[in-house]
């Protein structure tokens, strides 16, 4: 049996955090795991509206009752169909702050959210504030794109043999342990253009490239190895070229489900979470994308 932790799903009533609610209460059914909902009315709106009504206006007052009754029936749906104890908190705020906030008191193990929202959610996930929540957190990311039917069945985990490789092997573990594993990574001749233009000849340069293939192929296997899965849980694939592109490319080539990101690449400019990378893989990707954020000690 696998054991994710307490799960913090937020929303803010939109489709695509319903959609994230319903795969949040779907693990915590799969894993017996705690599962919370969180709904935050933003700070800013709220201050307005006491400047122009007063500090105890009717209308926020409104606005505070329907959101928590929003809640609680959306809870109690969740709790119904997927067979889990839903609970709930509402707060006010900065909605990355009482997101942060409600993960510590919970020591949440994954935090959930849809892709796309009607208000805060969506500048959560498309804009900075993802990048600051993802830099200030070292939990479990969860973005969900798609409507879940079922259970993950393939999941395509991205590794470059920094330290978050075997991390993000783990927790794609985790959190589908019973889908088929696609350990995808990217390689590239070193300075390929540099040659080139130094006068190296093409025949030379391919068989750098058919080295780097080798290489590259030979560490997913340890990898894969020292990580524990065996053949039939599991498949490589190294491919050349962009990371963003060939993440995207082989998520779908190979009609995967969820892609797992690690925080941290090799370096500083090759960063999985904080560049390119990530926010083109949301962009234009069709799966969930969980990030690990988290190296266990």
């Not at 489900?257 to 999985?272: C, E, N, R």
Request: aromatic fraction near 4%; hydrophobic fraction near 45%; charge should be negative.
């Amino acid at each position: 049996m696998t054991v994710l932790g307490p799960i913090l799903v937020a929303t803010d009533f939109s489709a695509h955090a319903r959609h994230a609610a319903d795969r949040a209460a779907r693990l915590a059914h799969e894993a017996h795991s705690a599962l919370t909902l969180l709904h935050v009315l933003p700070g800013e709106p709220l201050a307005q509206i006491r400047e122009w009504l007063g500090a105890s206006s009717a209308p926020e007052q409104k606005m505070r009752e329907e959101a928590h009754q929003q809640l609680l029936d959306m809870a109690a749906a969740l709790g119904s169909a997927r067979h889990v104890q839903v609970n709930t908190e509402d707060a006010a705020g900065s909605p990355l702050d009482e997101i942060l906030r409600a993960a510590d008191r919970l020591d949440a193990r994954l935090l959930v959210l849809g892709a796309r929202g009607v208000g805060f959610l969506r500048r959560l996930v498309l804009g900075t504030t993802s990048e600051r929540l993802m830099r200030r957190t070292d939990r479990p990311l969860l973005v969900v794109r798609q409507t879940p039917h079922e259970p993950y069945r393939r999941v395509l985990v991205a590794v470059d043999f920094s330290q978050w490789s075997r991390e993000s092997v783990t927790l794609a573990r985790r959190v589908a342990p019973n889908a088929h594993l696609v350990l995808l990574t990217v390689f590239q001749v070193p300075f390929e253009e540099k040659l080139h233009f130094a006068g190296v000849d093409a025949a030379t340069v391919e068989t750098y490239r058919q080295q780097a293939r080798a290489q590259a192929r030979q560490r997913v296997f340890a990898l894969a190895d020292e990580a524990g899965l065996t053949p039939a849980q599991w498949e490589p694939c190294v491919v050349e070229g962009d990371a963003s592109l060939r993440i995207v490319e082989n998520e779908q080539s190979h009609d995967c489900d969820l892609v797992v990101l690690g925080k941290h690449g090799q370096s500083a400019t090759a960063d999985l979470l904080l560049g390119s990378v990530t926010k083109h893989v949301l962009a234009e990707g069709s799966a969930d994308v969980l990030v690990s954020t988290r190296l266990s000690a």
